[in-house]
């Protein structure tokens, strides 16, 4: 397959696969705003604007820091723009701080409109986007990327996206962020599955290597368990059309069968895509549900 040049090289470096993780917190958020009659879209717009850009720079913030840290060297997944050497790592630097910047001007807008105090969420997740790989003391190299994801694209995005429409945050909300927050947790526990060996080599210390692989298997089950079961139970209780969220079970159950297979290396490429698929999926189908709304 031939290597990718000029536009399409920074496409395949913003990894265009992890955006289901921005797009559907965003979604459901708006979603769970909307089943109060609250939803106001330009700054649902707004919102998903912020999270794009995010994810778009902290894709990048890793491809610069991993790549200066020689941890992309033996890479099995995606191409990376700076360990492959074909872009120079300050220009991967200036646009990661490009897209943080952005996020953040969309985000100052957000806060004008609906709470300064969200200026120092939007701090904190800047600083998370960036100390992910960057810095001297890199969190995700300390088991901790895990937890960040499923905070800042799972809790914060979910709720942050509720609460500047609706001026509060309401119980499908609350379901609707563990939810998405615990399949954006799959897609980067597949991933850092998927690098245990030269993640270990490198010293990069991720929550699968500290698990193992036994351990971060049956993690990735539980996290679809989460997602699938306990929070479309929880909000059918609120609404019935919460079965539509189980459209996204189909490539969610693909994923897990290959990790639940074994599948090792190349063959956990495949369920990095089905897991944002089925992310995004679900996102849709919980939306639709929330927009709905009860029955009753």
Do not use: H
């Not at 500290?210 to 971060?216: I, K, L, N, Q, S």
């Not at 189909?250 to 074994?262: D, E, F, H, I, N």
């Not at 063959?267 to 919980?286: F, S």
């Amino acid at each position: 397959m031939s290597t990718p040049t000029g536009l399409n090289l920074w496409i395949e470096g913003a990894r265009l696969r992890t955006l289901p993780a921005a797009v559907a917190p965003v979604a459901v958020g708006t979603g769970a705003a909307a089943f109060d009659d609250g939803a106001i879209w330009w700054k649902a717009l707004l919102a998903l604007g912020v999270s794009l850009a995010l994810q778009i720079g902290v894709n990048y913030a890793n491809d610069y820091s991993d790549g200066i840290k020689g941890t992309d060297e033996n890479r099995v997944g995606p191409l990376r723009l700076v360990g492959s050497g074909l872009v120079a790592p300050a220009k991967v630097k200036a646009a990661a701080l490009g897209f943080l910047a952005l996020g953040g001007a969309l985000g100052l807008v957000l806060a004008a409109t609906s709470g300064w105090w969200l200026i120092a969420v939007g701090v904190l997740a800047i600083l998370a986007a960036w100390g992910y790989t960057g810095g001297k003391n890199p969190y995700g190299y300390r088991a901790l990327g895990e937890v960040s994801v499923f905070l800042f694209f799972g809790i914060v995005a979910v709720l942050g996206t509720t609460y500047v429409q609706l001026g509060s945050v309401n119980a499908v909300s609350v379901a609707g962020a563990l939810g998405v927050g615990a399949l954006a947790c799959a897609i980067l526990v597949a991933n850092n599955l998927r690098d245990i060996p030269t993640d270990t080599e490198t010293g990069k210390r991720t929550l699968a290597v500290v698990m193992g692989d036994a351990r971060t298997r049956l993690f990735y089950v539980a996290l679809m368990v989460l997602a699938f079961v306990v929070v479309v139970a929880w909000v059918v209780t609120e609404t019935p059309w919460a079965l539509l969220a189980l459209v996204g079970l189909p490539p969610a159950l693909r994923a897990t069968s290959v990790v639940r297979g074994g599948g090792n290396g190349p063959a956990l490429i495949p369920v990095l895509k089905d897991t944002g698929i089925a992310e995004l999926l679900y996102a849709i189908g919980l939306t639709v549900a929330l927009v709905i709304g009860p029955w009753w």
